[in-house]
């Protein structure tokens, strides 16, 4: 497996798969040139023998200068359990300490319960929060659309 940085010329590729991966419509404009041109060290694609077969995107924040934000990471449903999300994330730890952060932050839905297991497992502590879904503590209303997620932080260093 091979890690790249994405490249703008990705886009279309990543449009192209991204409903499928998630399992219904997806849609961002994180899949665009833009988003690509100024967020490209955060935003990495994994490849087997040429092919896509996950991404991750993230940033890091303008507001809290020691923390960065995965947005979003999709892994082709054919590789997941095969340690490509592990990799991908992995990357984005070193990438994003490189530039001087030392707090990942990234969300996923109360319902997923395999990505809740996936992200202890990689040392995210979820962030405690005054209501609990399935006694899991989720920030209600947090895209402020009404989505509801699970809220996690990892430090990179003690």
Wanted: proline share 3%; aromatic share 12%.
């Amino acid at each position: 497996m091979k890690l790249r940085y994405i490249e703008t010329e990705d886009c279309g590729a990543i449009l192209e798969v991204a409903s499928d991966w998630w399992g219904s419509n997806y849609s961002s404009d994180m899949f665009s040139k833009w988003f690509i041109n100024h967020f490209r060290e955060t935003c990495l694609l994994a490849e087997e023998n040429g092919k896509m077969i996950g991404f991750i995107m993230g940033f890091l924040s303008q507001t809290k200068p020691d923390e960065a934000y995965i947005r979003i990471v999709m892994v082709d449903p054919a590789w997941r359990g095969k340690g490509v999300g592990r990799a991908l994330y992995e990357k984005f730890f070193k990438n994003t300490e490189v530039l001087g952060r030392n707090t990942i932050r990234c969300v996923t839905a109360p319902r997923k319960k395999d990505s809740i297991t996936f992200h202890a497992r990689l040392g995210f502590s979820i962030e405690p929060q005054e209501q609990e879904i399935d006694g899991i503590p989720t920030c209600l209303n947090y895209d402020g659309r009404g989505g509801n997620r699970v809220v996690f932080k990892k430090l990179l260093h003690n």
